[in-house]
């Protein structure tokens, strides 16, 4: 049986797997999809403990990243909108 964290850490892998099929044909919704895989994973790294920090840190970047490009593209749209 699967742990909470266990689960936590394959559904945070998956959504980022799944940002890298989306972001072809779906770019926010991949944004999206980023932040929140790499908002669980982080959370997955953090449970277990000291070992996984690295991944705790990797992830959280790639979240922050994920939140800037996320605003900075619905920024883009809302200019060109009002242009």
Not at 15 to 31: A, D, E, G, N, P
């Amino acid at each position: 049986m699967l742990s909470i964290v266990q689960l936590i850490g394959y559904a945070g892998m998956t959504l980022v797997l799944l940002t890298l099929i989306l972001t072809r044909k779906h770019y926010l919704k991949s944004q999206i999809v980023s932040i929140f895989g790499g908002i669980l994973l982080a959370a997955n790294a953090y449970c277990n403990g000291p070992d996984s920090y690295p991944f705790l840190i990797l992830n959280s970047v790639w979240s922050v990243i994920s939140i800037y490009n996320l605003l900075k593209t619905r920024r883009e749209k809302s200019v060109k909108v009002t242009s």
